[in-house]
């Protein structure tokens, strides 16, 4: 169409031209005759050559503008085909392309892909809602682009904080912008769902490797893991099945310190999922302190044991069903033992020879109980961005009965964690003070006169006074205006509910760890105390009677 309107164009100056010569040469010509005093003849030689002259000026002109046609249509050819080109790369590619204006509506030059990812023609269609269905959503695309398009705002920046991928149907789609010009946005959409699954799948088979060797590696702290949540879900269940407002202050604060641990346990062991729901059962607990109304708890609990027994067949279906059946010997089954030892003390009483060697056969060495802690603090370390040294254990070569024991070294991974997130500082922040970029936390376990000692320590920013105080009043565990002792404060700390911290995460927030510490360690007839410098570090010491004292 646009080269017959250029012949058109053409044949009507070729006109104007020959009308304008036809004219041009009679008029000279008559001037000359007129002005110059020159001959008839030359009159009629000026009006005899006009023809001529009309001719090659009219070939001349036909001859260049039949090029200049020749190239424009080349040049459309040229475009057309390099249009086609490339719409036939961005088909090929899989990948669906489209332009939108200041307006948001999809332009109608778009690639093929769209077509079937939204199903069907969206000329005119509104990107934000072609894109999201969620309402927030499309209101922070539609912001965005309006900066964008006023010139409020360069390209990168508003792309940078746009939603990079959304769900259409069943796929998962990746959003990339790029600015065109001023008035036009070019949107590519790249269906990653097989990717993402992929990812996802990796992820999983990951998780499931640490799962199995931290499982492998701390056998026995597993089998206490098993053992404690068996024990957790039985008073889960006697607890689920009543009113939860009718559960007395004990029962909860109970609870929420076992359910405290058993998230810490399967955290360390990778229960990932069972910690998950362990934390999200401690929001539902904790909402029973807080509120009036009935708080059904039966759903949490049926979804916590459901995770953790996903997770322990996962183990029972990796490693055997032998490899589980042994976690409850030692050399012997744990019930030949018991059977063996009720029989003894039953007959021999008297014989404290016979009583003692078969009571060895139940014990364990102190440190093998807290084997688990090197690899928990430098977890704890990395999820929190601390840098800490490699955790020796010192001491502990000893033996002693795991039950009476167990409970105690559970609760005190509380007191690592606390340690590792409350008391290390940042790298940042201990190179200001002089310090290493790695921060020290030792563990030292020992027989003493008085029973056993663990020693629990950092050399971090030390206990904050002040902030102990400011909690401890606004909680109401000091009053009146005369300023609490040190070791006042220090005590506040293992009430239940207090936390200097913020935040709920993951490792610490609730003002559960150190209370539940506190009650095992006096389950088990034994004291903690601490010893704190600012800037220089803290450090806990619990004393638990030995259990060969009154044997």
């Known amino acids: 169409m646009q080269r017959h309107g250029i012949v058109h164009t053409s044949r009507f100056r070729r006109a104007v031209i020959g009308a304008l010569i036809g004219l041009v040469f009679p008029a000279v010509a008559f001037v000359a005759v007129a002005a110059l005093d ?223 641990t058993l998230k810490g346990s399967a955290g360390f062991l990778g229960f990932v999922r069972t910690a998950t729901v362990a934390h999200d059962l401690e929001d539902r607990l904790n909402a029973v302190s807080v509120l009036d109304d009935d708080v059904d708890l039966s759903a949490e609990v049926f979804v916590l044991k459901r995770q953790f027994y996903e997770e322990y067949n996962t183990i029972e279906e990796t490693l055997g069903e032998q490899w589980m059946n042994d976690l409850a010997t030692i050399s012997v089954p744990h019930r030949t033992v018991a059977q063996l030892e009720r029989y003894v003390k039953t007959k021999y009483r008297n014989d404290r020879t016979l009583l003692g060697a078969i009571e060895q056969l139940r014990k364990v060495r102190f440190c093998d109980l807290f084997a688990r802690y090197p690899q928990l603090i430098a977890d704890v370390a990395e999820r929190k961005g601390r840098r ?94 005369q300023k609490p002792r040190k070791a006042d404060l220090l005590k506040t700390m293992f009430a239940p509910g207090f936390s200097t911290s913020e935040d709920v995460t993951m490792v610490s927030g609730r003002g559960i760890g150190l209370h539940a510490v506190q009650q095992a360690v006096a389950r088990a007839g034994g004291k903690i105390s601490v010893e704190t410098r600012i800037g220089r570090g803290t450090t806990f010491r619990v004393t638990i009677p030995d259990d060969r004292n009154g044997e």
């Open 388 to 481: 800490v040294k490699p955790v020796e254990i010192v001491g502990g070569d000893f033996r002693v009965l795991p039950e009476r024991y167990e409970p105690v070294a559970s609760a005190i991974e509380h007191i690592a964690r606390n340690l590792v997130d409350h008391g290390i500082e940042s790298p940042s922040e201990r190179e200001l003070k002089g310090k290493e970029a790695e921060g020290a936390i030792r563990l030292e376990l020992s027989r003493t006169p008085d029973g056993v000692a663990i020693v629990l320590g950092d050399d971090g920013r030390g206990v904050s006074f002040v902030a102990v105080e400011a909690r401890a009043r606004e909680l109401g565990l000091i009053n009146g205006t």
């Open 38 to 260: 020159v001959g008839t003849s030359f009159l009629i030689a000026m009006i005899a050559i006009a023809p001529v002259v009309l001719g090659v000026l009219s070939w001349l002109i036909g001859v260049h503008e039949d090029r200049l046609i020749a190239a424009t249509a080349e040049l459309e050819n040229r475009v057309d085909r390099r249009t086609r080109a490339i719409q036939s790369m961005l088909d090929v590619t899989g990948d669906g392309f489209l332009t939108i204006g200041a307006d948001l509506l999809v332009r109608p030059e778009y690639s093929r892909p769209c077509i079937d990812l939204f199903g069907g023609d969206i000329t005119g269609r509104s990107l934000p809602e072609l894109l999201f269905e969620d309402e927030r959503l499309r209101q922070e695309l539609t912001d965005g682009l309006h900066l964008l398009f006023d010139g409020k705002a360069r390209p990168e920046v508003i792309f940078d904080l746009l939603e990079k991928e959304t769900d259409v149907g069943d796929r998962t789609i990746e959003i990339t912008f790029r600015s065109i010009d001023p008035d036009t946005v070019m949107c590519a959409l790249s269906d990653v769902s097989e990717r993402r699954a992929l990812e996802a799948q990796m992820t999983d088979q990951g998780r499931r490797r640490d799962l199995i060797l931290r499982v492998v590696s701390n056998r026995k702290y597993f089998a206490s893991f098993v053992n404690e949540a068996g024990r957790l879900f039985e008073l889960l269940d006697a607890v689920s099945s009543h009113r939860s407002s009718a559960m007395p202050a004990e029962t909860v604060e109970h609870l929420a310190a076992e359910l405290h």
